[in-house]
């Protein structure tokens, strides 16, 4: 099994700070998947990165593939209280469609 | 809203217990997954099933076991139930798509689990 190990497990930032949450392995992985999760709900996708290299914005969230395949980045720019949530990273393994997730970062970003 | 639905959206039951967690898929999905959420474990992979067969399969304990009917919904079935089987169930459906690097999964929103 493939392991993603994500960091910081925990940040807590003032509005209109930046912030970048990290996701990394040893593995590379087919695509890598960002997910945004509130309490009592399940994970929603906000992007998937396919390609090395690859960098995709969504308004304030950029997010980053790394050239090997085996990390990935989402730095959120100007954050704001609507942006407090569980980040949880995903990779597609390249053997098959089953998803590793990292252990989540707890993102608090007080007014 | 995904498209997903679980139920029943909290169940508390006994040591030793068998329940059962419904999913039913997005319409025209094929792939159905589904995940346990604890707190000291964050999401894993329990098992994926594909137009009624299974296709994958993660940590998922021998007590456990999970079917897609054909109608595609699927159920999980939790017996001889722990303490620490307490946690979130998370199903997700994808199309199936033959690419699986962009075959999204959708989440339903959970089945609480407390054994007490």
């Known amino acids: 099994t493939q392991l993603l190990e994500q960091s910081p497990q925990f940040l807590s930032i003032q509005e209109g700070e930046n912030l970048t949450v990290y996701c990394n392995s040893s593995s590379v992985f087919s695509s890598l998947q960002w997910y945004r999760q509130e309490p009592g709900e399940g994970p929603v996708l906000l992007v998937t990165v396919v390609t090395g290299g690859e960098v995709k914005k969504l308004k304030r969230l950029t997010f980053q593939f790394g050239d090997a395949r085996k990390d990935s980045s989402l730095h959120i720019t100007a954050a704001q209280p609507g942006d407090t949530g569980l980040y949880l990273c995903?990779?597609?393994?390249?053997?098959?469609?089953?998803?590793?997730f990292g252990e989540g970062t707890q993102l608090t970003v007080n007014p | 809203d995904s498209g997903v639905t679980q139920t029943p959206k909290h169940l508390i039951t006994a040591t030793g217990q068998r329940v059962t967690l419904r999913c039913s898929p997005r319409?025209?999905?094929?792939?159905v997954y589904w995940y346990q959420q604890s707190l000291d474990q964050g999401l894993q992979f329990l098992i994926q099933?594909?137009?009624?067969?299974?296709?994958a399969k993660g940590n998922i304990l021998e007590r456990f076991s999970a079917q897609q009917f054909p109608d595609l919904h699927s159920e999980l079935n939790l017996s001889s139930l722990e303490l620490g089987d307490s946690a979130l169930y998370f199903c997700?459906?994808?199309?199936?798509?033959?690419?699986?690097?962009?075959?999204?999964?959708?989440f339903g929103p959970g089945t609480r689990l407390t054994v007490l």
């Open positions: 997700a459906s994808s199309s199936g798509l033959a690419d699986t690097s962009t075959d999204t999964q959708y």
């Open positions: 099933y594909y137009n009624g067969e299974e296709r």
């Open positions: 319409s025209g999905d094929l792939s």
């Open positions: 995903a990779g597609v393994e390249t053997s098959g469609s089953r998803l590793t």
